[in-house]
């Protein structure tokens, strides 16, 4: 089974909509987090929210939010209030394990595309 | 701090040839990580270090090796490129935390 499933290879947006980027994991292990990145044309990865799977709260980083529902394994990623400047690739990707030899996986990615 | 830096930005190599992948980081991490990523995928992890010394195999280490004798550096080693090795590469560290930071990355063409 994949790790990290994205389902929504292009996404379209409206300026200052809000748009949900969708992301599904699979994990064994009682110990994880979920990250999201965002990959602009430029190439650069930048990292955008992190979330414990003990974290009680959802994740919250200015306009980007982290809809964790661990009974469903998904960790989708909001963004409000859109900007031209989100236009760009965004990837889920999950930590498992621990200390020094945690690894992360990543998904295949969703491309954001924010129309004025 | 500059943070995490790759050399060469391109690099074009013929089928056999060899080439090291530089990358530094200056944050004083413990934990370093090459990835891959092949055209509209996401990042494969080739290789991971989690101190001076210390490097285990990731998802894909096949074709590449690694060495890790000092903090800062993480140089990746391709032996006898081949087509199948066009990526681009990202060298990552990360510290006690659980963010990885990025390198800009560089883009290999094996012709």
């Known amino acids: 089974a994949q790790k990290i499933t994205q389902t929504q290879p292009g996404m379209f947006v409206q300026e200052k909509e809000a748009v949900t980027l969708d992301c599904t994991y699979d994990?064994?292990?009682?110990?994880?987090?979920l990250f999201w990145y965002k990959q602009p044309s430029s190439g650069e990865m930048i990292f955008l929210i992190y979330q414990g799977s003990y974290d009680q709260q959802n994740a919250t980083e200015g306009r980007y939010s982290l809809n964790f529902q661990k009974a469903r394994k998904s960790a989708n990623l909001v963004i409000s209030a859109s900007q031209l400047g989100d236009s760009a690739m965004y990837f889920c990707?999950?930590?498992?394990?621990?200390?020094?030899?945690?690894?992360?996986?990543f998904g295949i990615g969703t491309k954001l595309q924010v129309i004025p | 701090n500059a943070g995490v830096t790759q050399t060469p930005k391109f690099r074009i190599l013929k089928i056999g040839q060899s080439m090291t992948l530089q990358c530094t980081q200056d944050?004083?991490?413990?934990?370093m990580y090459w990835y891959r990523q092949d055209p509209g995928m996401g990042l494969k992890l080739i290789y991971y270090?989690?101190?001076?010394?210390?490097?285990d195999k990731g998802e894909v280490p096949n074709g590449y090796n690694v060495s890790r004798s000092t903090t800062e550096d993480f140089p990746l080693r391709l032996e006898l490129a081949a087509p199948s090795q066009t990526s681009v590469y990202f060298c990552?560290?990360?510290?006690?935390?659980?963010?990885?930071?990025f390198g800009p990355g560089t883009r290999l063409t094996v012709l």
């Open positions: 270090s989690v101190g001076a010394g210390i490097t």
């Open positions: 990552a560290s990360r510290g006690s935390g659980n963010e990885q930071f």
């Open positions: 990707a999950m930590r498992e394990g621990s200390g020094g030899y945690q690894k992360v996986t």
């Open positions: 944050m004083n991490h413990n934990y």
């Open positions: 994990t064994s292990d009682p110990s994880y987090g």
